[in-house]
């Protein structure tokens, strides 16, 4: 049998017959057809029966057993992390033919094959795969995929500068861990971490980016910059 399977021993025509079975790992049993349940490597080994009849005659038989081997299931990434509408391809080797569940989100939709790709929405997904050699054994590993929702960005006021005078902005974004970026339009000039300058009066477009250290990128933030006359020399 294989690995994690019953082991089921068979013996015909035992009206009237008393058994006794001895095997590995302390095995006994007074049934005639005992059953091992999920059979494991110490459970390998030579298994004993004897029978006897009404009349105290007693005939003792005595088989091998052994376990065939299992396949070593491996996935290519046990945690896979995503953001929300993303795709996430899922790869497993070890076996000769596979079986993926659940199969919801799953190309193929059969869920079989060595690689799918799943889209799953926000949340934590375990994909179980089963995976068979090419003796009828099989053993299961299993990849999560974290599905995150895409975060928010802010910009944090103050809105009003002096010409010749760097303002320095400030951005949020709605995760820890993550990092942002700035534009705005020329004359003015902003520097990625938001120090805002203008020689010239006006109002001017500031979008702030904001990515999550998963890769998630929130809608741009954007506002405006009024920037008047600074002080002059007299």
Known sequence: PCPGSDLVFSNPD?????????????????ECAPIIRKVSAEQAGEY????????????????PVSLLASPLIRVAQDTTHICIGQ????????????????TATMVPPNGTGASVSVTPPVGIWPFVVNGANGINCSANDT???????????????????CTGIPLTLEGKGSTTGGTGTWSTVLPAIISNTGVFSSNTKGKFAITYYYTSKFGCKAPAATDTVCVLQGPQAA
């Open 143 to 161: 990849a999560v995929v974290i599905v995150h929702a895409l975060p928010t960005a802010t910009i944090v006021r103050p809105d009003t500068a």
């Open 14 to 30: 035992t009206l009237g017959l008393t058994c006794k079975w001895t095997g590995p790992n302390q095995f006994s049993s007074t």
């Open 87 to 102: 795709s996430a391809t899922l790869s497993v080797s070890g076996g000769q033919t596979y079986t993926w569940t659940p």
């Open 48 to 63: 004993c029966v004897t029978v006897t009849n009404q009349n105290g005659c007693s005939q003792k038989q005595c088989i």
